[in-house]
């Protein structure tokens, strides 16, 4: 019913720049929040940054002031602007949207998860 995409990795020098992008689709009425996950090797999944629909957003601590999110809401698609990237940021990087979906006549909330996109920061 609904489809999360993570696209942009890669893998860049430190100190480089990368923009991931997280589209949704399907059956998707509104997108509340949207937020950016990462896990690396041996690693639990850590909560990197979010927003929500009205453009509020947190950041993790070790990302604050190199990271920037944000989210178009017309287009159901979030983004993680990337720089100055540390060896320490390499992960793939996961992309939760919260959608208000439709299947009929009926209507839900749930989080939907992309497949994942690898970022590896090395020289």
């Known amino acids: 019913q609904v489809q999360v995409v993570e696209s942009g990795g890669g893998l860049v020098q430190p100190g480089g720049s990368l923009r991931l992008s997280c589209a949704a689709s399907?059956?998707?009425?509104?997108?509340?929040?949207m937020a950016w996950f990462r896990q690396a090797p041996g690693k639990q999944r850590e909560l990197v940054a979010t927003?929500?629909?009205?453009?509020?957003?947190n950041y993790a601590d070790f990302v604050k002031g190199r990271f920037t999110i944000s989210m178009v809401n017309a287009k159901n698609t979030g983004y993680l602007q990337m720089d100055s990237l540390k060896p320490e940021d390499t992960a793939v990087y996961y992309c939760l949207s919260h959608a208000l979906i439709h299947n009929g006549s009926s209507r839900r909330t749930d989080d939907y998860w992309g497949q994942g996109t690898q970022v590896t920061v090395s020289s």
């Open positions: 927003i929500t629909k009205v453009g509020s957003s």
């Open positions: 399907g059956n998707i009425l509104s997108i509340d929040h």
